[in-house]
């Protein structure tokens, strides 16, 4: 057998109790490594018991530490399988830490990591890696696949030629998933040589990837393009998956035949911004956006600075408003949709004061508002405030500040 690539380290190996997940173990312990066991048990089948004896067993007899966990499928709402994986790594990453571990070893092998692509392949969707890396990161635990060498025949016959005991996952047998369907009808079935060409597809794919990412990682954070600088950008598309890892190959040219001839545009993932407007493209990047403020008098809003804003004594007659007792408690936001103020000449929506002074999205996003004890938006720094609180004599002023991104706490 190949030798296993592991340094000297203190793992923790995800066991199912399967002829992958047991020959990695004995290998393991093998090598005089130290290791500490955790099984998940799904209650899916009637044989979940028998594995879960199976690995408990093994771990008594070599004096190895056993941990379990119980999930079942009654208690998920939901995609079992997404909710699943997501449940054994956390239950991993809190092993490894409690236990101080160096990270987990899952049993993935060669076929899985043929399926993967295969999988990849069908769906048509952006990826961070073709197949599977053997060294990655899952809910914060750092997740290695030693196995990645090895057919799932070699492992069977490994664990057949040295008694190891194993289970078989009868659900493996059936189509019901897409892994199954394609493991059946094509990994099972392919040459030695079609194998090697697809590993070998999968390298070269990977390489050119890592060479992506190096070059898109040159790219600022935040960036102003015209629409013919944007679309000239070595490894556009890739530059786009960053921000968009998981939308489909179509989806992808829909969002840049509109960044190409539409007038305005938006799209936004977890924080990240690609927007075109007044006739550019921007790219930056906002963290929780939204917040709030409340203050209860006039004393405890003076000399205060947020990260957004700053409240004060001095300003111009656009950021300044005459507040009364009756006004109070205040609260400072971010603009809201709909926000509309009462002005002297009616009253106007918020946005369309944007819209008219071409303010940009990423600057509206965390524009700040003062409202009333009612919620009523009574003043906005660079518009002014409402026509109730109108005077020369201004006892507060609000002075945006020109920040972009990162967390809203004070400073």
Same mark, same amino acid.
């Given at each position: ?5 592991l340094k000297?380290?203190?793992y923790?190996?995800a066991?199912?109790?399967?002829? &992958?997940?047991?020959?990695l173990?004995?290998m393991?312990? +093998?090598?005089?490594?130290y290791?500490?066991?955790? $099984?998940?048990?799904y209650h899916k089948? &009637?044989?979940?018991?028998? #594995?879960e004896?199976?690995v408990?067993?093994y771990c008594e007899t070599?004096s190895?530490?056993?941990h379990?966990?119980?999930v079942y499928?009654k208690?998920?709402k939901?995609?079992?399988?997404a909710y699943?994986?997501?449940a054994?790594?956390r239950y991993?990453r809190?092993? *490894?830490?409690r =236990? ?6 899952t049993?993935?092998?060669? /076929?899985?990591?043929l +399926?993967?692509y295969?999988?990849q ?7 961070e890696?073709y197949?599977?890396k053997? &060294? ?5 635990v750092?997740?290695?696949r030693?196995l990645?060498? =090895? ?5 069977? &016959? ?8 194993? @289970?078989? #996952?009868e659900?493996?047998?059936? #189509?019901g998933?897409a892994?199954?369907? %394609? ?7 392919m040459?030695?040589?079609?194998r090697?060409?697809?590993l ?8 050119r990837?890592?060479?992506e990412?190096e070059r %898109?990682?040159?790219?600022?954070k ?5 629409v013919?600088?944007? !679309?000239r950008?070595p490894y556009?598309?890739?530059y786009?998956r960053?921000?968009?890892?998981h939308?489909? #190959?179509? $989806?992808?040219?829909?969002? %840049?035949?509109?960044? *190409?001839?539409?007038d305005h545009?938006?799209f936004?993932?977890e924080g990240?911004y690609?927007v075109?407007e007044?006739?550019r ?6 963290k929780d956006p ?5 203050f209860?008098?006039?004393?405890q809003?003076k000399?205060k600075?947020y ?5 004060g004594?001095?300003?111009s007659? !656009?950021? @300044? ?8 408690p205040?609260t400072?936001?971010?603009?809201r949709e709909? /926000?509309?103020m009462k ?13 008219d002074?071409? %303010?940009p ?7 700040p508002?003062?409202c009333d004890?009612n919620?009523?938006v009574?003043l906005?720094? @660079?518009?002014?405030c409402d026509?109730? $609180?109108?005077s020369e004599?201004?006892?507060?002023f !609000?002075?945006k500040?020109?920040y972009y991104?990162?967390?809203? /706490? /004070?400073k």
């Amino acid at each position: 057998m190949k030798d296993l690539k592991l340094k000297k380290e203190r793992y923790l190996i995800a066991v199912s109790g399967g002829p &992958d997940s047991m020959a990695l173990l004995n290998m393991v312990r +093998e090598k005089g490594l130290y290791i500490e066991v955790a $099984h998940v048990n799904y209650h899916k089948r &009637d044989t979940a018991a028998r #594995d879960e004896e199976i690995v408990r067993s093994y771990c008594e007899t070599y004096s190895i530490s056993f941990h379990r966990k119980d999930v079942y499928p009654k208690e998920v709402k939901g995609n079992f399988q997404a909710y699943a994986r997501k449940a054994r790594y956390r239950y991993f990453r809190n092993l *490894c830490r409690r =236990y101080r571990l160096d990270g987990v070893l899952t049993a993935h092998q060669q /076929d899985d990591l043929l +399926e993967t692509y295969v999988m990849q392949k069908e769906r048509k969707l952006g990826v961070e890696w073709y197949g599977l890396k053997d &060294d990655t990161q899952i809910e914060g635990v750092r997740v290695l696949r030693p196995l990645l060498q =090895y057919t799932k025949k070699e492992l069977l &016959d490994y664990c057949e030629e040295n008694r190891i005991p194993y @289970g078989i #996952d009868e659900s493996n047998l059936e #189509d019901g998933y897409a892994r199954n369907r %394609i493991r059946h009808s094509s990994i099972e079935k392919m040459t030695e040589k079609k194998r090697e060409d697809l590993l070998r597809e999968i390298e070269n794919r990977n390489r050119r990837k890592l060479k992506e990412q190096e070059r %898109i990682s040159e790219y600022p954070k935040e960036a102003s393009y015209t629409v013919k600088q944007f !679309m000239r950008l070595p490894y556009l598309r890739a530059y786009i998956r960053t921000m968009y890892l998981h939308v489909s #190959d179509l $989806h992808l040219e829909e969002m %840049i035949r509109q960044l *190409c001839e539409s007038d305005h545009c938006v799209f936004e993932n977890e924080g990240s911004y690609l927007v075109k407007e007044y006739g550019r493209i921007e790219v930056f990047r906002l963290k929780d956006p939204e917040y709030e403020y409340h203050f209860t008098d006039l004393k405890q809003m003076k000399g205060k600075r947020y990260t957004h804003f700053r409240l004060g004594q001095k300003g111009s007659s !656009m950021e @300044g408003v005459t507040l009364s007792e009756e006004d109070f408690p205040i609260t400072v936001r971010n603009v809201r949709e709909g /926000d509309s103020m009462k002005m002297r000449y009616g009253t106007k929506k918020v946005n369309r004061f944007f819209i008219d002074e071409k %303010i940009p999205l990423k600057q509206r996003l965390t524009w700040p508002v003062l409202c009333d004890k009612n919620r009523n938006v009574i003043l906005v720094p @660079g518009i002014g405030c409402d026509r109730m $609180h109108y005077s020369e004599k201004h006892n507060i002023f !609000m002075i945006k500040l020109e920040y972009y991104g990162g967390p809203c /706490d /004070d400073k």
